[in-house]
């Protein structure tokens, strides 16, 4: 069979034949679109968004709720703290009652009886005092002090200026709170002795 005198010059010239190129790559546009992935379903997308959202709301109430109930119940202890904050110290004064009225209901009493009474009534009473970390403050002969002390009046004194020279009623401490301030005379120089020491 005889060659092509075309062909025969493009092999001895080193020249490939010509390939046929197929349609696809003839058309660039038909490639691509054959490539692409298909279109997501919006409507299964939509399902999705709305279940996780409903999830989201129903995981927002639950802890809404669980925050209001721990919100009631933390209303409810303080309330009850606060209403029987006193329940301890309570009970150790009925023991002081009790013994007022056992002084008190003893028949043909005499000073000496009654004076014996009071003073197991107080040591009760200091008792429950220790108990709810009630002290006193009785400042004789201690330096003024005015976030504890109330002063009524102030008194000449051999004692260095601002020393407390009478205690006209005790003050208490509840813990470090001041209770109630001791009412107190607080010392000052002698008019003597001022004038002498400004003279000197």
């Known amino acids: 069979m005889s060659k092509n005198p075309d062909q025969s010059s493009q092999v001895s010239a080193g020249v490939e034949p010509a390939v046929p190129i197929p349609s696809e790559a003839a058309d660039p546009g038909a490639a691509l679109q054959a490539a692409a992935d298909p279109a997501p379903d919006l409507g299964a997308l939509l399902r999705k968004a709305e279940d996780e959202a409903a999830g989201l709301k129903d995981a927002w109430l639950r802890a809404r709720a669980e925050t209001e109930n721990v919100r009631k119940q933390a209303q409810n202890d303080i309330s009850k703290a606060y209403k029987y904050a006193v329940e301890r110290f309570a009970q150790e004064l009925l023991t002081v009652k ?17 004076k014996d009474g009071v003073e197991l009534t107080l040591k009760n009473l200091k008792a429950a005092f220790d108990k709810a970390q009630i002290s006193e403050i009785d400042p004789l002969n201690e330096k003024y002090d005015p976030h504890r002390h109330q002063a009524m009046t102030m008194l000449e004194s051999d004692q260095p200026a601002g020393t407390v020279v009478q205690v006209f009623q005790k003050g208490y401490l509840l813990n ?7 009412l107190v005379a607080v010392a000052k120089a002698r008019e003597g002795a001022a004038s002498g020491q400004s003279g000197s």
């Open 98 to 114: 009790d013994a007022l009225e056992l002084t008190l209901a003893t028949p043909a009493s005499s000073i000496e009886t009654l």
């Open 176 to 182: 470090d709170r001041v209770l109630r301030p001791a």
